[in-house]
């Protein structure tokens, strides 16, 4: 068994693709995103294909290493269309098709099927949110049942939101991985969690604060196991987002929005998140100082570490008088993921 270094959960949304385009080749050519559509809530059938075109194209073109491609929140309605419209990229370009054992007869068919035609295998993504429910187990198996000999499977276990208020995640995901990794001869398995807080004002009255990589923490805690799979076991997040944004139905045409913002930086064992202004006479010199804070922090890598530090720093040092790099919640998002999955592939790799 063997996969990529890092899979990393993201949404096929401009900041994501474009930091993935942004990435140093060497990172890049480490990870196997699993990218996500989101809702598409009452978009018809006969429409879908340009409207997940809009969202796939870019992010098709930017994974020329592979990955997955999913429409985990699509609607019963729209499985056919989806099914029909992700398929191109999945035989035109390098991604693969995902299905599950909670999905429907339908979309599980429609996405072997694919994977029969593209010969590059078929990704299992089985959501755990809470505790293991030996039932999955049993929906793995007939899904299985439906998949062609030799066709390369690839064990997606989601285990969705993985923070501090769910101490007993890496036991289920044990629990999980024993019932699921004998089923099948994977190709790769990843265990992927989403461990970035759903930030609020209430977090930030004192300006800045941080929270514990708790799915860093169970891959960690199921790696030292001692089982057989256990060295091979992928590591996945769900970036510097909290995994239920990827639920999120977009708004085109919305403005507006809340007056502050967040900077990210992903440490060791915690992410640093501090508040930013989007508009106001104070924006240009709070958000410098944000990035200040940031590139004073001990654990901060330095500019050269990676696009997403160099931007910071680029951030903090720039003038007072112009707003000119400065930013707003797309290159924040942006810039943070740059410099969080820089370092996951460089943590993975040293260790």
């Given at each position: 068994?063997?996969?990529p270094?890092?899979?990393?959960?993201l949404?096929t949304?401009?900041?994501?693709?474009g930091?993935?385009?942004?990435?140093?080749?060497?990172v890049r050519?480490a990870?196997r995103?699993?990218?996500?559509?989101?809702?598409?809530?009452g978009?018809?059938?006969?429409t879908l294909?340009?409207?997940?075109?809009?969202?796939?194209?870019r992010?098709?073109?930017?994974s020329?290493?592979g990955?997955?491609i999913d429409?985990p929140?699509?609607?019963?309605?729209q499985t056919?269309?989806l099914?029909e419209?992700?398929?191109v990229y999945?035989?035109l370009?390098?991604?693969?098709?995902?299905t599950?054992?909670e999905?429907t007869a339908?979309?599980?068919a429609?996405?072997?099927e694919?994977a029969?035609?593209?010969?590059?295998?078929?990704?299992?993504?089985?959501r755990v949110?809470?505790?293991w429910?030996?039932?999955l187990?049993?929906g793995?198996r007939?899904?299985?049942?439906?998949?062609?000999?030799?066709?390369?499977?690839?064990?997606?276990l989601?285990?969705?939101?993985v923070?501090?208020?769910r101490p007993?995640?890496?036991?289920?995901?044990?629990?999980?991985?024993?019932a699921l990794?004998p089923?099948?001869?994977?190709?790769?398995a990843?265990?992927?969690?989403?461990g970035?807080p759903?930030?609020?004002a209430?977090?930030?009255v004192?300006?800045?604060?941080?929270?514990?990589?708790?799915?860093?923490r169970?891959?960690h805690?199921?790696?030292a196991t001692?089982?057989?799979?256990?060295?091979l076991?992928?590591?996945?997040?769900?970036?510097?987002q909290?995994?239920g944004?990827?639920?999120q139905?977009p708004?085109p045409g919305r403005?507006g929005?809340?007056?502050?913002g967040?900077?990210?930086?992903?440490?060791?064992?915690s992410?640093f998140?501090?508040k930013t202004?989007?508009?106001?006479p104070?924006?240009?010199?709070?958000?410098?100082?944000?990035a200040?804070?940031?590139?004073?922090l001990p654990e901060?890598?330095?500019?050269a570490?990676g696009q997403g530090e160099e931007?910071?720093?680029?951030?903090?040092?720039?003038?007072?008088t112009?707003?000119?790099g400065?930013g707003?919640?797309t290159?924040?998002?942006r810039?943070?993921?740059l410099q969080h999955?820089?370092?996951v592939?460089?943590?993975?790799?040293?260790g």
């Amino acid at each position: 068994m063997s996969g990529p270094l890092y899979v990393p959960v993201l949404p096929t949304k401009p900041h994501a693709a474009g930091a993935f385009r942004r990435l140093w080749p060497d990172v890049r050519a480490a990870i196997r995103p699993l990218w996500n559509l989101p809702p598409l809530p009452g978009v018809l059938p006969e429409t879908l294909g340009t409207v997940v075109g809009t969202y796939v194209d870019r992010v098709s073109a930017v994974s020329r290493h592979g990955g997955w491609i999913d429409a985990p929140c699509g609607e019963d309605a729209q499985t056919a269309a989806l099914a029909e419209a992700l398929s191109v990229y999945c035989e035109l370009g390098r991604l693969r098709p995902v299905t599950g054992p909670e999905r429907t007869a339908e979309q599980q068919a429609a996405a072997v099927e694919t994977a029969s035609r593209c010969l590059r295998g078929l990704g299992v993504r089985v959501r755990v949110s809470g505790e293991w429910d030996g039932g999955l187990g049993e929906g793995v198996r007939g899904l299985l049942a439906l998949t062609s000999p030799g066709m390369p499977l690839d064990l997606l276990l989601d285990m969705g939101a993985v923070l501090d208020g769910r101490p007993d995640a890496g036991k289920e995901a044990l629990r999980a991985l024993d019932a699921l990794m004998p089923v099948a001869v994977w190709r790769s398995a990843a265990l992927l969690g989403g461990g970035f807080p759903r930030v609020t004002a209430d977090m930030l009255v004192e300006g800045s604060c941080e929270a514990s990589r708790a799915e860093w923490r169970m891959w960690h805690e199921v790696r030292a196991t001692g089982r057989a799979y256990a060295p091979l076991l992928g590591y996945g997040d769900y970036g510097v987002q909290p995994s239920g944004a990827l639920a999120q139905a977009p708004a085109p045409g919305r403005k507006g929005g809340p007056p502050w913002g967040v900077l990210r930086y992903t440490t060791d064992s915690s992410y640093f998140v501090i508040k930013t202004l989007t508009r106001g006479p104070d924006r240009v010199a709070v958000n410098r100082a944000a990035a200040r804070r940031i590139t004073e922090l001990p654990e901060f890598r330095g500019s050269a570490a990676g696009q997403g530090e160099e931007w910071l720093s680029d951030c903090a040092n720039g003038p007072l008088t112009s707003s000119e790099g400065v930013g707003g919640p797309t290159e924040w998002l942006r810039a943070g993921n740059l410099q969080h999955m820089t370092y996951v592939v460089r943590s993975l790799s040293d260790g």
